[in-house]
């Protein structure tokens, strides 16, 4: 499978802990971007890499959120101290930046459940 | 108010049934437009671009109106696997960071 993948799947965890997401974008892909869903919405972007340098962040991504993209291929979202706010759907995308419109292509998602 | 518009629906159609959603986008800037489909559940995946001048793919027709802010998609024929989300989406440009409506759901029946 050459889509973008994300894991793990599903991660419940207790308010107060923290928790690390991974993202591998399709190979040749070197814009990568997280976005967040929460029900009835649609994603909210969180940040964009173009290779290994984070180029935007969202006012969305408080000082608890870090992502990184050390050698510009696979990216780890982390959100320290969790909250019951930070419960939604985190998406994964990446687009090639060879010719303009390129589309995002999305991974499964990682389901977050804040308890 | 939201950066890109749409109306939730649901819209319950029968099969075979012409359905067109419509939303409107507040940044008259915006450069890049699509419509996205998302499956309960599932990731969104990109139905189709849209062009100023409109385009076509099979049963989905997609509008674009710069001057309204308007972009639009019309649905021919609608077939039980259409049932899902239909996602708005905008770009600024560049980088294409993607601005997303909430989405409109689309159930078809027979």
């Known amino acids: 499978d050459t889509g973008v993948s994300q894991n793990p799947r599903h991660k419940i965890t207790k308010r107060g802990q923290n928790v690390t997401f991974r993202c591998d974008p399709i190979s040749e892909h070197n814009r990568l971007y997280w976005y967040r869903q929460t029900l009835g919405q649609g994603p909210e972007f969180l940040t964009y890499?173009?290779?290994?340098?984070?180029?935007?962040k969202s006012r969305l991504l408080s000082d608890r959120f870090s992502a990184e993209r050390p050698k510009g291929s696979f990216s780890t979202l982390e959100i320290q101290r969790t909250e019951q706010g930070d419960s939604a759907m985190y998406l994964c995308a990446s687009s090639s930046d060879r010719g303009p419109n390129q589309p995002q292509h999305f991974g499964d998602g990682t389901r977050l459940s804040i308890l | 108010r939201k950066e890109v518009e749409q109306d939730p629906g649901p819209f319950n159609v029968p099969e075979g049934a012409t359905v067109a959603f419509n939303c409107t986008y507040s940044n008259s800037a915006s450069q890049s437009f699509f419509w996205y489909r998302q499956d309960c559940r599932k990731e969104p995946k990109l139905l189709m671009s849209?062009?100023?001048s409109g385009n076509e793919d099979g049963r989905f027709t997609a509008q674009l109106n710069r001057a309204s802010q308007y972009i639009s998609l019309l649905i021919r024929d609608s077939k039980l696997s259409d049932s899902a989300t239909y996602l708005c989406?905008?770009?600024?440009?560049?980088?294409?960071?993607?601005?997303f409506g909430a989405g409109t759901r689309l159930a078809v029946h027979p």
């Open positions: 849209v062009y100023s």
């Open positions: 989406v905008v770009s600024p440009g560049g980088y294409n960071k993607l601005i």
């Open positions: 890499f173009q290779n290994e340098a984070q180029l935007e």
